[in-house]
């Protein structure tokens, strides 16, 4: 019976990021630290960041694979799934709707004036996010010097390989660094391959089933859950990949359209990724409106769903690999990196606002709202911790007598 109490509030924190959470993968790990770390403490900030770098290292959507993951180590496979539905589907629905309603009224000039204020929030989130990483794991020169060229590597460098290949670099180069590690007991790693047999058997089988068929369906799940293999990086990375497809090869949506949802996106909370959504309800539009709600969720079961195979193979043997010094050693590095993609995001994503006072001013106020969070929470500890009265608190900083 407990155990469901806290399975009911965990999926009910999860519904408030997908419906709060706005940003991409490092403005949601800002709201993970904020409710799952520090409200609830499902976990450490330690195991948070080290979890999300490990997110990062698998192709798909990092903060979908990150807050799917915490669902599994709390509940297992079933509130995984369940978790990454929750999270998902209010986004997929607004997604979907959205791409019903372009395709209804031909409305192609959409007005996003409102996402003015959204944008510069997220910044806000991105920026803490960064903070609260480097403060945690940047501990060392090393630490130190691979969080700066991870940060201008992933700055410059946009191509969706790099950011795989920098957290492999900087984990290699302090992995070297083992023998500084305590040694511990190790055990045998235990390889558990039915969800990447899952993952590869699904990708095959739809490949193959698509050729065969030519339903309009089964290719779309295909394509999507062929590009949700391939692509590292977030929701940004996947814009391209989705032009390229479905505007300049098949020819599914126009340019407009396909722009009109990549802007919609960005202001709508949850995954990035459900801009697939609206990519899937527009591709079969010919089909009637029944056909359009399919296909946008088909396309969502596409997308998300490799990504969650993979990292649902990965986390079952983590924690034994863990033992190894190497392995120890190298999240030295990965984590590092990790910090430094995210200080990194959080200057891209200033570049397009525009710099008055009133963005600046949000985003400083987001950053301080966080701050100041976490002071509340030292206060509370040391009062609890001595048995202070906030007066008598004052009093010893002070040096008066009580």
């Known amino acids: 019976m407990i ?6 509030i965990f999926l009910r924190d999860v519904l408030v990021m997908a419906v709060s959470a706005f940003g991409g993968a490092q403005a949601h790990f800002a709201m993970l630290i904020k409710i799952m770390v520090k409200k609830r403490g499902y976990l450490t900030e330690e195991e948070l960041i080290e979890l999300n770098a490990l997110c990062q290292i698998l192709p798909g959507p990092t903060s979908t694979q990150t807050i799917t993951a915490i669902g599994f180590r709390i509940g297992g496979a079933n509130l995984a799934y369940l978790t990454l539905l929750v999270w998902m589907l209010p986004a997929v629905a607004v997604m979907t709707t959205a791409a019903i309603l372009v395709d209804s009224y031909q409305t192609k000039n959409l007005s996003l004036e409102f996402t003015r204020f959204i944008q510069p ?3 806000g989130f991105v920026s803490y996010g960064a903070y609260i990483i480097a403060s945690k794991v940047v501990t060392t020169r090393t630490a130190g010097g691979l969080m700066a060229l991870s940060a201008i590597v992933t700055y410059f460098i946009s191509k969706p390989i790099a950011l795989p290949l920098v957290l492999i670099f900087a984990g290699t180069l302090t992995a070297f660094k083992y023998k500084k590690q305590a040694p511990e007991e190790k055990q045998k790693v235990k390889i558990k391959w039915g969800n990447f047999t899952l993952w590869a058997l699904v990708l095959v089988t739809a490949a193959g089933l698509g050729a065969v068929t030519q339903d309009r369906f089964v290719l779309l799940f295909e394509n999507f859950y062929r590009n949700g293999s391939l692509i590292f990086g977030g929701g940004q990375v996947l814009i391209p990949f989705l032009h390229t497809e479905f505007v300049e090869f098949k020819g599914f949506l126009t340019s407009e359209e396909f722009l009109s949802g990549f802007a919609m996106v960005q202001a ?12 899937g309800a527009l591709s079969v539009r010919e089909m009637g409106l029944g056909a359009q709600i399919l296909g946008g969720f088909v396309a969502a079961c596409g997308i998300f769903l490799p990504g969650t195979f993979l990292i649902f193979f990965v986390i079952r043997f983590w924690d034994d690999l863990k033992r190894y010094r190497v392995v120890r050693a190298s999240l030295e590095g990965i984590n590092a990196a990790s910090a430094g993609m995210v200080a990194a995001a959080a200057f891209v994503l200033f570049q397009p606002i525009q710099n008055n006072v009133l963005n600046v001013s949000v985003i400083i106020q987001k950053f301080q709202t966080f701050g100041k969070l976490i002071l509340l929470k030292a206060y509370k500890f040391v009062i609890s911790k001595f048995r202070l009265t906030p007066v008598s608190l004052t009093s010893k900083v002070a040096g008066t007598p009580q």
């Open 3 to 8: 155990k469901r109490i806290r399975y009911y």
């Open 268 to 279: 709508v909370p949850g995954p990035v990724f459900s801009v697939s959504s609206f990519v």
């Open 121 to 123: 929030m997220a910044v």
